[in-house]
């Protein structure tokens, strides 16, 4: 993945990525993406260091970065604490496909620069270990190759396409998140005199 860091360590997100799938079920609340016994940092480090361990304890150790995180229907619900998607975040993963969001996760996840993408059909198809490339600009999720061992039988051919962000909001994401962004427009007024 082409990335740049932004203030907080942090990979920025790309316009297009590729990367292995992880995938889990439905209902993944905040409180599996980062237990409350971790709430009292806000590092990004540590938290990455403990993404999802109550669900899959090597979780962290089998992830690269650039991966891609998979789940079904509701990810990211529970609580409205942005500690979930900085956990994802750096641990590695490039995005996060979902059959649905919970909607105080989607806008943290927006918030922080994490990519994420609703289909609910590619969340449904993938299994863990297949290789996909992501396309942020169309929404395009492309099966690039299946995994290697209890896989998936899908032709590697396969195309699904999430509705993809308006400019703004990949403007955004691109940025690293709502903070980055805006320091990014106001450096642009104050240079351009506006």
């Not at 995938?23 to 540590?46: C, M």
């Not at 509701?74 to 994802?88: K, L, M, Y």
């Not at 998936?152 to 955004?172: E, G, M, V, Y």
Request: net charge negative; aromatic share 6%.
């Amino acid at each position: 993945m082409n990335s740049m860091k932004n203030n907080t360590g942090i990979p920025h997100a790309a316009k297009t990525v590729q990367g292995r799938t992880h995938v889990y079920g439905d209902n993944i609340d905040t409180d599996v993406i980062i237990p409350a016994r971790y709430l009292n940092t806000s590092d990004p480090r540590e938290l990455a260091a403990h993404c999802l361990e109550d669900l899959d304890p090597e979780f962290i150790n089998k992830i690269q970065p650039g991966d891609i995180l998979v789940a079904g229907e509701n990810f990211g619900c529970g609580s409205s604490r942005e500690h979930a998607p900085i956990a994802i975040k750096a641990a590695g993963i490039a995005c996060v496909i979902a059959a649905s969001f919970a909607r105080i996760f989607y806008r943290n996840a927006i918030n922080i620069g994490l990519p994420i993408l609703e289909c609910p059909d590619a969340a449904r198809a993938l299994h863990s270990g297949d290789m996909v490339a992501l396309d942020f600009e169309t929404g395009e999720i492309r099966l690039i190759a299946t995994a290697a061992e209890g896989g998936t039988t899908l032709p590697s051919n396969c195309i699904w396409k999430a509705q993809p962000f308006p400019l703004f909001i990949r403007d955004i994401i691109e940025a690293g998140g709502l903070v980055e962004a805006t320091r990014r427009r106001l450096a642009q007024k104050r240079r351009s005199g506006v």
